[in-house]
Nanobody, 127 residues
């Protein structure tokens, strides 16, 4: 059984940083794409960042570009989302996702691309 467990969320002030982690069990991630989504209150789930098989092949949505960095450690079967210069509009539940195929770039933002999901971790940015 594949399980994804996010951690690292919390309450921070604008301008602070957080590092989210995603621990994967039940499947080796080294050949699989990973992604982070978020869902703010009253809104749909939004793609934030993704990393394909190679750790250097990453993608981030425009609203977080230059502030968020997605990475992976295949040896530890872990994914990460480093979030810097946090803003109130970054407040959301953040979800880690794992795919089993080789998605094209244009499909990374689609929830249907991803096969496994974590339970989410709350990030609140407030003064």
């Amino acid at each position: 059984q594949v399980q994804l467990v996010e951690s690292g969320g919390g309450l921070v002030r604008p301008g602070d940083s957080l590092r989210l982690s995603c621990a994967v069990s039940g499947r080796t991630i080294s050949t699989l794409p990973m992604a982070w989504f978020r869902q703010a209150p009253g809104k749909g789930r939004e793609f934030v960042a993704g990393v394909k098989r190679g750790p250097s092949t990453t993608y981030t949505t425009n609203s977080v570009k230059g502030r968020f960095t997605v990475s992976r450690d295949n040896g530890k079967n872990m994914g990460y989302l480093q979030m810097n210069s946090l803003k109130p509009e970054d407040t959301a539940v953040y979800y880690c996702a794992l795919g089993t195929g080789s998605p094209i770039v244009s499909s990374l933002s689609l929830e249907s691309t991803w096969d496994y999901w974590g339970q989410g971790t709350q990030v609140t940015v407030s003064a």
